[in-house]
């Protein structure tokens, strides 16, 4: 089932590349499912570590579509870690926060990695880019990102601390936000 998530997510994400690079999209829900198999085997949750974006980011893919490919629990995980992109960013982001402080912990497993992911990625672009790196995204204010890594952060800290994917992204958040 993981060669299969790899390959759908792979078609699904096909000509997409990270904000601001060159690098294929794919590289992305990979170190994703890569990190969230350091915290558990399971390999349904693994699957949707792999397809966290599908829902959210690529045409055509729907909670059905994943449910019909995959399975209910699996399409249930990706949509729980879904943001709703008629929102705005402010708006998703605060949800996101909320939603991590409640939902189940298979989800907030796929979270840490996805911003673990998010993370490694600053901390090796920064430093290159400088202040100008935070100009790909949405919102471009560095004080504000660093609002919601560190939100996302406080709301994982009671299932993660001391696990070590989450206590390299307390690191990372504080080396690049302080």
């Known amino acids: 089932m993981l060669k299969k998530a ?3 997510a792979a078609r699904a994400h096909a000509g997409q590349v990270r904000k601001g690079t060159k690098k294929p999209y794919i590289v992305h829900p990979i170190e994703v499912g890569e990190i969230v198999q350091t915290m558990t085997e399971d390999e349904e949750v693994i699957c949707a570590a792999l397809l966290h974006d599908t829902i959210e980011d690529c045409k055509g893919v729907t909670w ?6 995959f399975t209910k629990r699996i399409a249930d995980l990706v949509a729980s870690e879904s943001e709703d992109k008629t ?3 402010m708006e998703r982001k605060q949800a996101t926060i909320r939603h991590m402080a409640e939902c189940e912990k298979e989800v907030k497993m796929i979270a840490l990695a996805d911003k673990l992911s998010n993370m490694r990625d600053i901390d090796r672009d920064y430093p290159v880019a400088g202040e100008e790196l935070w100009n790909r995204f ?27 994917a989450y206590e390299e992204y ?7 936000f302080g």
């Open 6 to 8: 790899l390959d759908f």
């Open 64 to 69: 059905e579509v994943l449910r019909d490919q």
């Open 87 to 89: 929102k705005g960013w």
């Open 138 to 164: 949405r919102m471009k204010e560095k004080e504000v990102i660093g609002w919601y890594y560190k939100g996302v952060r406080d709301a994982l800290r009671g299932d993660f601390q001391g696990v070590a």
């Open 170 to 176: 307390c690191r990372l958040i504080d080396k690049n």
